[in-house]
T-cell receptor, first 116, second 115 residues
Framework: GDSVTQMEGPVTLSEEAFLTINCTYT??????LFWYVQYPGEGLQLLLK?????DKGSNKGFEATYRKETTSFHLEKGSVQVSDSAVYFC???????????????FGKGTKLSVKP | DAGVIQSPRHEVTEMGQEVTLRCKPI?????LFWYRQTMMRGLELLIY????????DSGMPEDRFSAKMPNASFSTLKIQPSEPRDSAVYFC?????????????FGPGTRLTVT
């Protein structure tokens, strides 16, 4: 079945360092891909998305490119800030999976801590 | 829009008591999801509705859990009787397939503690 695999955390970086969080997926159809972020004590928020191969999603300095050939959607940011400390979830939506639209399949999440 | 609204934000109850969690989705959204998040198991989908109809409840852990959506603007998740292992943060989320892509909007969550 469909699944999402993220790199295990926690990830600890110094401010202004480069960030990469790896995400790969398995899907039966043509999924849309998402990154969600969860700040401490809050619900998940959509960070960025990509709906087809080679699309690049971007928001708040974060980027991720939908790579169909490697079934990946890695999250990157050139210079992280302390305020980026959060848990990041990769997710996919595959309308062909079980015939249900709207359902998201989440990875386990990667906790990022950025030190000043 | 006010976003997804959940109540209560925190709930502390004793084992064996009934607990009811409430959710108001974003107006116009036709999907509603209930999730549970714990340190051990991460984020788990419990059940989701489309146009007020339950579509997939395979994630509901056992018969003690039930969920209803009597209309497009309200849903409840009930646990009866509650047990300490039900302690978790419960999230409600809504989305609209009319947007073309299923982006889910999450509420702030209800932190449940069962003693």
């Amino acid at each position: 079945g469909d699944s999402v695999t993220q790199m295990e955390g926690p990830v600890t970086l110094s401010e202004e360092a480069f960030l990469t969080i790896n995400c790969t997926y398995t899907a039966t159809g043509y999924p849309s891909l998402f990154w969600y972020v969860q700040y401490p004590g809050e619900g998940l928020q959509l960070l960025l998305k990509a709906t087809k191969a080679d699309d690049k999603g971007s928001n708040k300095g974060f980027e991720a490119t939908y790579r169909k050939e490697t079934t990946s959607f890695h999250l990157e940011k050139g210079s992280v800030q302390v305020s980026d400390s959060a848990v990041y979830f990769c997710a996919l939506s595959d309308p062909w999976y079980g015939g249900s639209q709207g359902n998201l399949i989440f990875g386990k999440g990667t906790k990022l801590s950025v030190k000043p | 829009d006010a976003g997804v609204i959940q109540s209560p934000r925190h709930e502390v109850t004793e084992m064996g008591q009934e607990v009811t969690l409430r959710c108001k989705p974003i107006s116009g959204h036709d999907y509603l999801f209930w999730y549970r998040q714990t340190m051990m198991r991460g984020l788990e989908l419990l059940i989701y509705f489309n146009n007020n109809v339950p579509i997939d409840d395979s994630g509901m852990p056992e018969d003690r859990f039930s969920a209803k959506m009597p209309n497009a603007s309200f849903s409840t998740l009930k646990i009866q009787p509650s047990e300490p292992r039900d302690s978790a943060v419960y999230f409600c989320a809504s989305s609209s397939i009319l947007a073309g892509v299923s982006e889910q909007y999450f509420g702030p969550g209800t932190r449940l503690t069962v003693t």
